[in-house]
């Protein structure tokens, strides 16, 4: 049927991937922290209790240092 023959496509890490292999990505502990912001919050929008609602008000207590030194002039 003929010559069929491939093309290799280079693999590339994405930047974030590469960082963290060297041991340079300082975004870890915020990134983690708005992964539980956001699982905090869906918490309380499924269950509306005030264990949830208090959980995620620390969530966002946890993240706004991050926050305010983001935009931090």
Do not use: K, Q, Y
């Amino acid at each position: 049927m003929g010559n069929r023959s491939g093309v290799v496509v280079p693999f590339r890490r994405p930047v974030t991937e590469a960082l963290r292999v060297l041991g340079r990505c300082e975004d870890d502990a915020p990134n983690a922290a708005w992964d539980d912001l956001l699982h905090a919050a869906l918490r309380a929008w499924t269950w509306r209790d005030p264990e949830a609602l208090s959980a995620l008000a620390d969530a966002i207590a946890f993240v706004r240092p991050h926050v305010d030194r983001d935009w931090s002039v």
